[in-house]
């Protein structure tokens, strides 16, 4: 079974502070995506990447960037955490489809 | 641009009942259409995939069809169970980079 391992279920930082957020995928695949689930809103595609050091913005990238260094791993980050950036962030991985989710980190911005 | 909806957002049925959730989805161009389960506070599972030259795909006691030309898609759920409440999402993928798009979701609670 495929396994995508995001590091936390839950975070609570303060505004202004850089946020890492790290996603993990133990199957080879070449694509992985980060999206952010608000109620009301949905699922939104954050940023995602179709190979090591390759990466393509989805709809909403506006203060969020992203590393993929190794093909098994992802890392979202909030350059300066806002209260706005509050949410739901799950983070997937797919060699063709369907996309496999890790099991999301709620983060807060205090 | 492409907008998917689901209604109703909120379902409650007895168990052994069969439902339908519904899809739509506003451009007919599409590469593929999914249907997910949500858990609360997990991740999506992948129910069904439907490529865009399919008309259905089954799945045990689920049936997914797709009606590309009227913008629809449906997840029929057979003799449901409480274990089938769940949130569950579609999602289209309008070409071959695989971005998603989803739909908001419909809440499906299964009273014993």
């Known amino acids: 079974d495929v396994k995508v391992t995001q590091s936390s279920r839950y975070l609570v930082k303060r505004t202004g502070e850089k946020v890492f957020l790290e996603c993990v995928q133990d199957m080879d695949h070449e694509n992985m995506f980060w999206y952010r689930q608000d109620p009301g809103l949905g699922l939104r595609l954050i940023y995602f990447?179709?190979?090591?050091?390759?990466?393509e913005k989805g709809d909403i990238p506006e203060g969020y960037s992203v590393s993929r260094e190794k093909k098994e791993r992802f890392s979202l980050i909030l350059e300066s955490a806002s209260t706005n950036q509050t949410s739901m962030y799950l983070c997937?991985?797919?060699?063709?489809?369907?996309?496999?989710f890790g099991d999301g980190t709620r983060l807060s911005i205090l | 641009k492409q907008e998917v909806t689901q209604i109703p957002a909120a379902l409650s049925v007895p168990e052994g009942e069969n439902l339908v959730l519904n899809c739509s989805f506003t451009?007919?161009?599409?590469?593929?259409l999914q249907w997910f389960r949500q858990d609360p506070g997990k991740g999506l599972t992948s129910l069904l995939l439907i490529q865009s030259s399919q008309r259905e795909q089954t799945s045990g006691r689920l049936n997914a069809s797709l009606d590309k030309s009227s913008g629809r898609s449906t997840l029929y759920i057979a003799a449901s169970q409480p274990g089938d409440s769940a949130t569950y999402l579609c999602a289209v993928s309008e070409d071959s980079s695989y971005k998603l798009i989803f739909g908001s979701g419909t809440r499906l609670l299964v009273r014993p």
């Open positions: 990447s179709y190979d090591v050091k390759m990466k």
């Open positions: 997937a991985s797919s060699f063709v489809q369907p996309q496999h």
């Open positions: 451009d007919s161009a599409i590469y593929n």
